[in-house]
């Protein structure tokens, strides 16, 4: 009798395991873009390999598109003047599609924190990261200093 039941739960577990298993992955909520020299097209001279960041982007709201964003960034030579998002792949050099504000004078450590409101782009970015990328500009470097990939490091 307990082979049964062993059988029957084994059996039932089975069937509710299968459509969890099967189930579409939920859609990303946080996107963490890691932003080195190497990666900025053009690479500005500079900067050194020490010239890194972080940038970690949270879809707060999918309905309206906001998301709140957090940079990093650290050795960047000159006066940090903006950050953005933009189209590309890898190697590839675009104009922005969202601006990033960042914290004024601020150099080294969070150098912005706030929101934004863009279904568009968040629809975008979840169906293909790899196709969009961030960076940080200065004075010395006004195309970029330093610059990641989506989906490079996953949603």
């Known amino acids: 009798m307990r082979r049964l039941y062993a059988a029957l739960a084994a059996a039932v577990i089975g069937l509710v395991a299968v459509p969890v298993a099967l189930a579409d992955k939920p859609a990303p909520r946080t996107f963490v873009v890691v932003l ?24 707060r709201d999918e309905a309206t598109g ?5 940079v990093v960034a650290n050795n960047i030579p000159g006066t940090i003047t903006a950050a ?25 450590g969070v150098v912005g924190r706030g929101t934004f409101t863009n279904p568009a782009l968040v629809a975008a970015l ?11 500009h200065s004075d ?3 195309p970029g200093v330093i610059r990641g990939q989506f989906g490079d490091h996953g949603p």
């Open 36 to 59: 080195t020299a190497e990666e900025e097209v053009p690479r500005c001279a500079a900067a050194g390999n020490n010239s890194r960041g972080v940038a970690i982007f949270k879809v």
């Open 140 to 142: 010395v470097c006004a």
């Open 84 to 108: 953005h998002i933009h189209p590309g792949a890898k190697g590839v050099a675009n104009p922005p599609i969202q601006s990033t504000p960042l914290t004024p004078g601020a150099e080294n």
């Open 66 to 70: 906001l998301v709140s964003y957090k």
């Open 126 to 136: 979840r169906a293909n990261p790899q196709d969009f990328y961030f960076n940080v």
